[in-house]
């Protein structure tokens, strides 16, 4: 396998664009969710594409409006790490405190807030290579028996519950995405899949996030209940956050995307498997001591 290191974005997008089939060559943020998946054969690259020397990294005052009708307060490098997140003050408590619930410090120290929002499903029958929907077969395993940790929304085809507490609470406070290719916002980014595609982000092959833009916000915060107190994945991550006039709300561990909440009053609409309608219960508790904390 090579490694590439470029020293430009330009770089960087024609080393990923000049792969001839898909995962000929592959980003490499911190690695710590990619290393796994190519030792496991779950993702195959020929050439890896390390963005550390590219990416913008660190935060600065926002080049470009975040939503309609806010100011942007910041704009985020896609290569800044989860351990730099959590520890500045210029960033909303909802993105600060999603970082610092996550992973270990040691991983946080590494991980990118780039490749976590790209982050794979956990899903056991996922990572240990059944068959199932998302790899393209025509069942989803998780359906079967009893899962406490799977989805309770937009579970109709694949059932994993997304794993990313950044991305609810970036969901949340409505930020917007720079890549090499456009800009999108949070919600853009994520799809969930169909037959004839299985893939639950929207970005083409080789596409480079650079940028977040996150809005000033009255107030936020992020929520999670985890199995245990520190250093796992979330049951349910809430985040929610006051812009303007308007509360959004976000959950992570819920769909296999992270999943905007109209209102408290659409979680009566869940659907959850046999084993994770507690999910709800502990959804219902969060969002409302989340709107309590706003
Ligand atoms: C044990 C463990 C526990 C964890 N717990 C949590 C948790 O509680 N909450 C949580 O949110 N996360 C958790 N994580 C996930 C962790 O936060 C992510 O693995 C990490 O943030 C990914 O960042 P990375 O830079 O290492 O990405 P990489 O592993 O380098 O990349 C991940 C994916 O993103 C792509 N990529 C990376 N950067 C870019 C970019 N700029 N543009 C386009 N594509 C890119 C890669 O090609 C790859 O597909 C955990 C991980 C582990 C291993
Ligand atoms: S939940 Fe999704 S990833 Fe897990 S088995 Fe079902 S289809 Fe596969």
């Not at 594409?49 to 080049?63: N, Q």
């Not at 853009?188 to 000033?216: A, K, Q, S």
């Not at 999670?224 to 520190?230: I, L, P, S, Y």
């Not at 250093?231 to 509360?247: D, H, K, N, P, Y």
Request: charged share 25%.
């Amino acid at each position: 396998m090579d490694l590439l290191r470029p020293e430009s974005v330009e770089e960087a997008s024609a080393a990923l664009a000049g792969s001839a089939e898909r995962n000929g060559a592959v980003a490499l943020g911190g690695g710590t969710d990619l290393v796994p998946l190519l030792r496991d054969g779950i993702v195959k690259a020929d050439t890896l594409v390390e963005l550390v020397r590219c990416i913008p990294r660190g935060l600065h005052p926002a080049t470009q409006p975040a939503a309609a009708g806010s100011t942007s307060v910041v704009t985020i490098g896609a290569g800044t790490t989860l351990g730099e997140l959590e520890a500045d003050p210029q960033i909303p408590t909802a993105l600060r405190e999603a970082c610092r619930l996550s992973a270990s410090p040691q991983l946080r120290a590494v991980g990118t807030i780039g490749g976590n929002l790209l982050q794979a499903t956990r899903c056991w029958y996922w990572r240990l290579k059944f068959p199932c929907y998302l790899h393209g077969g025509d069942r989803c395993h998780a359906k079967e028996g009893q899962h406490r940790e799977h989805a309770f929304f937009g579970n109709e085809r694949c059932a994993s519950a997304h794993p990313s507490d950044p991305a609810a609470a970036l969901l949340a406070l409505d930020a917007r995405i720079r890549t090499d290719r456009r800009e999108l916002g949070m919600a853009e980014l994520y799809r969930l899949p169909t037959d004839e595609d299985r893939d639950v982000t929207t970005l083409e092959h080789g596409e480079l996030i650079l940028e977040l833009n996150v809005p000033e916000v009255s107030s936020s915060t992020y929520l999670k209940a985890m199995d245990r107190q520190r250093w796992a994945f979330a049951l349910v991550g809430v985040g929610a956050a006051r812009i303007g006039s308007e509360t959004r709300i976000a959950l992570a561990g819920a769909a296999p995307i992270p999943w905007l909440l109209e209102s408290p009053a659409a979680l009566e609409r869940a659907t959850p498997l046999a084993g994770t309608a507690y999910k709800v219960e502990i959804a219902r508790a969060l969002v409302r001591r989340a709107l309590e904390a706003l």
